[in-house]
């Protein structure tokens, strides 16, 4: 019966609760991320969890209807979907609230979205996203500066060991169109890329300069300048140039940064039409967050999204509040000053036989006797 506990503490795959210390973690580290955005001036804004499908999946938003939950709005009539991510919603503020505010704006957003399927790396589909967004301007100083915060962003958590991997999802596009691939070979390429399999790619037009982009992977400078001495057409050059241009800038104002380029890595970046990134951490094979150029209803606009269900595996835990004891009866401006000394108080509210024991038992490590501090 579902009014069993065993029963009612049952939650759909993917969906968990998060208790005390974890939700308390969670909420420290979006706290510090919002802190930083808003220290370089990206104004924080908060779209809805639901939205009208047609509004949600226009734009970059297409790639990702097949991720969403849909129900039908009563009020309106009109199918509704649940986010998946929060970037298409920040694209659409920005292209209509707030279509007249000065260019280039930057935003910032933190929330809860919510994926039809789990991955085997992402077994969560109910997880907090944080991120940034520039819109118009098409520099690579703005590409630059996105990836820098992001990164930033991950070292003021304390995360060791972060690194950002480039890439360029137009590269390949470019050097297809210039030898003039049919469909069928270029799903063939795509596979062989996907994979990092040069045996795949074994009698296919353009073999060669294929196998070079794959050889041409690994940290930034000796990356690109492997890129620039294969023979690509003359589209591919040019994305290769602001390649170049994008790194040297993080490399220039970041010269500590982990940089690597993957130009041919595309997976989970179908919507970027620039320079695109993703996020790592030492030692760990999952995504901390991803970003990268697009564009909003013809604006130029790059950003970076971080993942809080991988973030939170690897960042420290923030140190908490001590927690101390008010015996039922102390005064109320008695626990604000230990409050704003910085104690998380816990009130009694009834009498105690041994108020050292009632304190252990609620979790604290102290008790307040005549106003002195009395360690448990």
């Known amino acids: 019966m579902m009014n069993d506990p065993a029963n009612r503490a049952l939650l759909p795959a993917g969906l968990p609760d998060i208790l005390p210390p974890e939700a308390a973690h969670e909420a420290s580290v979006v706290a510090l991320l919002m802190e930083g955005f808003a220290a370089q001036g990206f104004d924080p804004v908060k779209p809805p969890l639901i939205e009208f499908e047609d509004s949600l999946f226009s734009g970059p938003g297409a790639a990702l209807a097949r991720s969403s939950f849909r129900l039908m709005d009563p009020a309106s009539g009109r199918m509704l979907a649940v986010r998946p991510d929060m970037t298409p919603q920040i694209s659409r503020i920005a292209a209509t609230r707030m279509q007249d505010a000065p260019r280039p704006l930057r935003l910032s957003y933190a929330g809860e979205v919510l994926r039809v399927k789990s991955s085997q790396l992402r077994p969560e589909r109910q997880f907090a996203q944080a991120g940034i967004e520039l819109i118009g301007s098409s520099s690579c100083e703005a590409d630059a500066e996105i990836v820098r915060l992001a990164h930033e962003g991950l070292e003021r958590l304390g995360i060791d060991g ?64 492997a890129l620039e001495a294969l023979n690509l057409p003359a589209a591919a050059k040019t994305e290769i140039g602001r390649l170049k241009d994008v790194a040297q800038a993080i490399m220039r104002d970041a010269p500590a940064m982990t940089l690597t380029i993957d130009a041919v890595e595309t997976r989970g970046l179908e919507y970027h039409c620039g320079v695109a990134f993703t996020l790592f951490a030492k030692g760990q094979s999952f995504e901390l967050g991803r970003g990268g150029h697009y564009e909003v209803d013809g604006q130029p606009a790059t950003g970076a999204t ?23 009866g102390t005064p109320r401006d008695v626990g604000q000053t230990w409050r704003a000394k910085g104690y998380a108080t816990l009130a009694g509210l009834e009498p105690a036989a041994d108020i050292a024991q009632e304190a252990k038992r609620l979790g604290c490590g102290h008790w307040l006797n005549n106003n002195q501090i009395v360690d448990i």
Not at 202 to 219: D, I, K, W
Not at 306 to 328: G, H, I, S
Request: glycine share 10%; hydrophobic share 45%; aromatic share 4%.
């Open 306 to 328: 971080l993942f809080m269900d991988t973030v939170l595996k690897c960042a420290p835990r923030q140190e908490m509040r001590p927690r101390l004891y008010l015996p039922l």
């Open 162 to 225: 972060v690194s950002v991997d480039l890439t360029l999802p137009t590269l390949v596009p470019a050097v297809c169109g210039g030898l003039g691939l049919s469909g069928e070979d270029q799903a063939r390429l795509r596979d062989a890329l996907d994979h990092k399999d040069p045996a795949r790619l074994t009698g296919l037009s353009g073999q060669a300069v294929f196998e070079g982009l794959l050889r041409a992977g690994g940290p930034a400078l000796k990356a690109l300048t």
